[in-house]
């Protein structure tokens, strides 16, 4: 990589090789796909990886810093979707809001305090508190799969939002987008997470609080969750919470990989979550557009997530002298 | 005794506090904590839901158990090689659409679709193998994918074949017993999966395969770094998780003759809680399949529990989550404190009041003082040798002693100044003897009775006595072998120093100062090893009496020299001889005027005498202060006394210049000189000893003149 940003071609990495790929099926779709390259169907591109988008932007931090958020996808939706049974039930709304604000920040931290503090693996972790969260909010407190925005709600006002035709989640990715560039790249605490997913223990010895800050990831990745809930419910005027037995989590997962963020942590930043964004977005939109069924598509995904792990495992090799013992 | 330190010696010396830590020691203490819950669930659930142990209702979850049984100990293996499978689920649901593909809708036989299922189950498996174990990709991202790749593919099958399923006329008999019926009361997938844990169980235990699995999840680099095929090992037990799945697949498919889109939905994270909560430990080789299936049956009797009391959607992942993230931070912190804990709780100190000692400081006038003779003595090897515990010399007068670094070291007469390993034992040769043929016998700390023949043949001669039934740890195991000789008839006596202590961890033993301390004897005509005498505070020097009828032995922490009968009327009884010494002794030996020589390791001092009377204090400093800053005994100083047949001491030799023999450990004359040993010193002196026989040698003196 240069100054520009552009890709060094003689020395091609995943983000490179993946960038090019979105590019190429960019221009194949575009030649070979009717009504691909229409403005609205660009805008649709881009608004149906946004809240994929922001949801890899959390995904992305904690990867960086050496750590994985199972649990993104069953915060988004049961925080959501407890929210829209408070109000459903009569809780006033700035209650209603604390309380689930409240619990999204305790399942964050609970998530950092067990990953930092008690020297578990962050995938165990998050796995387990993912299902708990799912599970308690399922079924102590809501009664149906899926939960409607009251009408005339700001959540569903928020929804019909147009800026230039173009809907509201948009801009959050881009806002949200650049403020995590902005931290990653220019505050002390952004260039630590570097340090801490490179060398955690170096990163102690030389004074940086990596446990407190382990704590921040999870605290942020879950806040970042509940943003794209909302969001979610905004466009579709409701949640459904089977979206957390879907494989949306990894298609977050995919993003995060596949634009080149290393999961051995350190590497990476936001455009990685762009062009892995970008490529997703495409390649959903082409499907979409072919008429691949659901089904199908969750086969190709799948297949090029494997590809994308294997290419990572390739170019980033485990070293059997150098590798951590237990690290799976 | 005052009040406070009778209560002192109740507490400490009544209460069996070393218990504590040596149940710690034990693997077995890594089952307790699961078998225990599984005891809590099944009171629990069995007294909350009515008819839960009745046999109809068993006999539904069995079945159901075999099954998950089956696809747990697959993953169980996995995790002990260091990895995890979460595509079991996968496997588990395709095997079973195979199974169901090629009975209803090929209408083939039963066996064909057993044969279909297995298939699907390795080729899976092998695809995960490779990944993880040949492209060494992160087990837990890889078989995530492979998991969604696998259920995109079920999922896909099933709506396109589900009615053609329905519709199929195909049934056997085969198949509906599998599925339905009972042998000896219990049912094929029950069965099955008995049979499967116990050929895994004795695999892992027992064989080559297994052991390698365990070293590469024990430690993948040193594995890789002993020649155990790293990937390959990794590889096969992802075939076997396959296998194992796909076995699971089978049952269900003939259980409930079809495949829907709930099959092995949520069973990865199922499989997985039920291995940690049984207790396999994530990251590899601590584990086994019993755990592996306690966990299996602590979380269906849990998740079904719950279903049958009518908890609605969500509460089965709700108890997962909450049963896993427990289980994966107790298992985690027992991993990381156990040894915390043990290294705290383990040095378990007793009390003990010393007697009234006579003063060894020179002028005292005592027949203890010491003086400085011996630090006029030659030295010999001088910064060659490490650690000579003990030194002899043979009938030729070639001068023989172990050292640090496991070996039996040969100086030759006359000089001493040429040495050769005169043969390499591998442990810490201790105490040393020449029997009547010149082999050389040796006590070799942690591991046993040896062993060298002239033509330096190493044997083991004992390493175990019987195990006595009240000992928590393996007091069969010797410890600490200390020092030997050997009687007339050729039995070997010898001492084992501690139960409690590894040998290199003997001066821990003196802040315990628990009596644990043995005296053995191996008979070499049958080879069996007996324990003679139990409960001595470091059982350490021997020494066969002139007369051959009895033996001294060393009592090192409680400053005691007793003799034990080995004929005659008090014969197999001992009685102290000398007691409340000012030193603590170490080996005995013979010396050419009818008396014996006995060693000083080190000298009594009067705050560590009083640090013995309060085992409270001595607990609380092993607590809380580093190693470095314990009070110990004084082992700096030493010195060798000679003291007669009835224990009456006759001289003290020491070297107040503490340059040469600060502390001694043996101690042997031979023509006129007496070679001295010490196990932290790097020299053996010689020092020529007024008035006595030149020509007295110590075999000679054993075995008889020169043959």
């Known amino acids: ?328 | 005794m005052t009040f406070r330190e009778r209560l002192q010696a109740w507490r400490y010396n009544l209460v069996p506090d070393h218990l504590v830590g040596e149940i710690l020691t034990k693997r077995w203490t890594d089952n307790a904590i699961p078998f225990l819950a599984l005891v809590a669930t099944l009171g629990v659930f069995g007294s909350i839901i009515p008819g839960f142990f009745k046999l109809t209702s068993l006999q539904e979850s069995t079945r159901q158990l075999g099954e998950f049984s089956l696809v747990v100990i697959g993953m169980t293996v996995v995790m002990l090689g260091g990895g995890i499978d979460l595509s079991v689920g996968s496997i588990f649901a395709l095997s079973c659409f195979s199974a169901v593909y090629v009975f209803f809708i090929l209408e083939q036989s039963i066996w064909l679709a057993l044969a279909a299922a297995l298939c699907t189950g390795l080729i899976f498996g092998a695809i995960n193998g490779y990944l993880v174990g040949f492209l060494r990709l992160r087990a837990f991202l890889t078989t995530l994918v492979t998991f969604i790749f696998g259920r995109a593919l079920f999922d896909i099958l099933v709506t396109a074949y589900a009615a053609d399923v329905q519709l199929s006329q195909a049934s056997s008999d085969v198949l509906d017993f599998i599925g339905d019926g009972t042998f000896w009361g219990l049912s094929v997938s029950v069965w099955l999966a008995i049979i499967l844990a116990i050929v895994t169980h004795i695999a892992l235990t027992r064989s080559r395969p297994g052991w390698h699995v365990l070293a590469v999840g024990g430690s993948r680099r040193s594995a890789h770094n002993a020649g155990i095929r790293v990937r390959r090992t990794v590889f096969m037990t992802y075939v076997f998780s396959g296998f194992c799945a796909s076995i699971g697949g089978f049952l269900i498919a003939c259980r409930l003759s079809g495949a829907g889109p709930g099959t092995g939905l949520n069973l990865e994270i199922m499989a997985l809680t039920a291995a940690v909560v049984g207790g396999v430990s994530l990251g590899g080789g601590r584990g086994s399949v019993v755990k592996g299936l306690m966990g299996a049956i602590i979380v269906l009797t849990m998740t079904n529990g719950l279903i049958r009391l009518g908890y609605g959607t969500g509460t089965n992942q709700m108890v997962l989550g909450i049963l896993l993230a427990v289980a994966v931070t107790i298992d985690i912190r027992w991993l990381k404190n156990r040894h915390k804990v043990l290294n705290e709780v383990y040095v378990a100190p007793v009390y003990l009041k010393m007697g009234e000692t006579q003063s060894a400081a020179p002028g005292s006038g005592t027949s203890y003082e010491l003086d400085n003779r011996l630090s006029a003595a030659d030295h010999i090897g001088l910064g060659e040798l490490e650690g000579p515990e003990d030194v002899i010399l043979d009938r030729d007068d070639h001068l023989y002693c172990g050292t640090r670094h496991g070996e039996i070291v040969r100086f030759f007469a006359p000089d001493y100044k040429r040495s050769e390993v005169f043969a390499h034992i591998g442990g810490f040769p201790l105490g040393l003897a020449f029997d009547k043929e010149g082999n050389l016998i040796s006590c070799v700390g942690a591991m046993g009775l040896y062993s060298v023949s002239p033509e330096r043949d190493v044997k083991r001669l004992s390493a175990e006595t019987a195990r006595s039934w009240t000992s928590i740890v393996d007091d069969a195991r010797l410890r600490d072998p200390n020092d030997c000789d050997i009687a007339p008839d050729g039995r070997i006596y010898f001492t084992d120093s501690t139960k409690r202590y590894e040998a290199h961890d003997w001066a821990l033993d003196s802040i315990e100062n628990r009596a644990t301390g043995r005296l053995l004897v191996y008979d070499p005509k049958d080879g069996s090893t007996k324990t003679l005498l139990d409960g001595y505070r470091y059982t350490n020097g021997v020494c066969m009496a002139h007369d051959g009828k009895s033996l001294f032995f060393a009592e090192s922490w409680a400053c005691r020299v007793h003799r034990y009968w080995l004929e005659g009327p008090k014969a197999g009884t001992a009685e102290c001889v000398i007691r409340d010494m000012p030193g603590y002794p170490d080996n005995i030996n013979r010396a050419s005027d009818g008396n014996y020589w006995m060693a000083w390791l080190g000298m009594r001092t009067p705050s560590f005498d009083l640090s013995l009377r309060h085992p409270d204090m001595r607990k609380r400093m092993t607590r809380r202060l580093p190693q470095d800053e314990w009070l110990f005994p004084n082992i700096n100083t030493g010195g060798v006394v000679k003291f007669n047949e009835k224990g009456g001491i006759v001289e003290t030799l020491g070297d107040l210049s503490g340059n040469a023999h600060p502390m001694v450990t043996s101690m042997r004359e031979h023509r006129g000189y007496l070679f001295v040993g010490g196990i932290l010193n790097n020299r053996i002196g010689r020092y020529k000893i007024e008035g006595a026989d030149p020509d007295w040698t110590s075999p000679a003196s054993y075995w008889g003149g020169k043959a």
């Open chain 1, 1 to 328: 990589m240069n100054a520009i940003g552009w890709p060094n071609w003689r020395r091609l990495n995943q983000e490179g090789i993946v960038f090019a790929i979105a590019i190429l099926l960019f221009a194949a779709a575009a030649l070979g796909l009717p009504g691909f390259l229409t403005a609205d169907n660009l805008v649709a591109i881009v608004r149906s990886v946004s809240v994929l988008g922001i949801l890899a932007l959390g995904m992305a931090v904690v990867i960086i810093g050496r750590g994985i958020d199972l649990s993104a996808v069953a915060i988004m939706a049961m925080s959501v979707a407890w929210y829209l049974q408070l109000l459903n039930t009569g809780t006033s709304d700035g209650l209603a809001f604390v309380y689930v604000l409240a619990g999204v920040l305790a399942i964050g931290l609970l998530n950092g305090f067990l990953v930092a503090y008690a020297d578990v693996p962050a995938i165990f972790v998050t796995l387990a508190t993912g299902s708990f969260v799912f599970g308690y909010v399922r079924s102590q407190l809501i009664t149906q799969d899926a939960v409607p925005v009251p009408g005339g709600h700001w959540v569903e006002l928020l929804g019909g939002v147009r800026f230039l035709d173009i809907p509201i989640e948009v801009f959050v990715f881009a806002g949200l987008a650049f403020l995590v560039f902005l931290f990653l790249r220019y505050t002390k605490w952004g260039r630590f997470i570097y340090f801490a997913g490179d060398n955690p223990v170096a990163a102690r010895n030389i004074g940086v609080p990596v446990r407190p800050m382990l704590v921040l990831r999870y605290v942020l990745s879950a806040l970042v969750a509940l943003i794209a809930g909302l969001l979610t419910a905004a466009s579709l005027h409701s949640i459904n919470t089977r979206i957390v037995n879907s494989t949306l989590l990894y298609d977050i997962v995919l993003v995060a990989v596949i634009g080149g963020i290393g999961l051995s942590g350190g590497r990476g930043g936001v455009r990685n979550v762009l062009v892995g964004a970008a490529l997703i977005g495409i390649l959903l939109n082409a499907m979409t557009i072919i008429d691949i069924p659901l089904l199908y598509q969750n086969l190709i995904k799948a297949a090029i997530l494997l590809g994308a792990i294997i290419v990572d495992g390739i170019i980033n090799p485990r070293d059997e002298q150098t590798a951590q013992q237990g690290d799976i």
